[in-house]
């Protein structure tokens, strides 16, 4: 980042980046966007050790069996018309 002569180099452009980060966090509407992120992600990890502990437990470990139990629907977003 190139400074100005006269301005006070790095250290009165990182005051300034700190003071515009303290606000953007202070913003209610953005503040809720990291909210609903971890909202989803904890939802995906939950989705995902559910499926590891049903391949595990109820098909000891074994993907290939656990792959033709219509508990995983896995033929979901295939084509009508593919064979």
């Known amino acids: 980042m190139a400074c100005r002569p006269g301005t006070g180099g790095r250290s009165k452009s990182a005051i ?33 050790f559910t499926f590891y502990n049903m391949t595990y437990y109820l098909f000891d470990g074994d993907t290939a069996r656990a792959s033709h139990s219509p508990l995983v629907r896995h033929n979901q977003f295939r084509s009508p018309h593919s064979s």
Do not use: C, D, E, M
């Not at 992120?37 to 904890?42: D, E, K, M, Q």
């Open 16 to 48: 300034t980046f700190f003071k515009r980060f303290i606000a953007t966090w202070k913003s209610v509407r953005f503040s809720a966007v990291p909210g609903h992120v971890l909202v989803f992600n904890g939802y995906q990890l939950g989705a995902s």
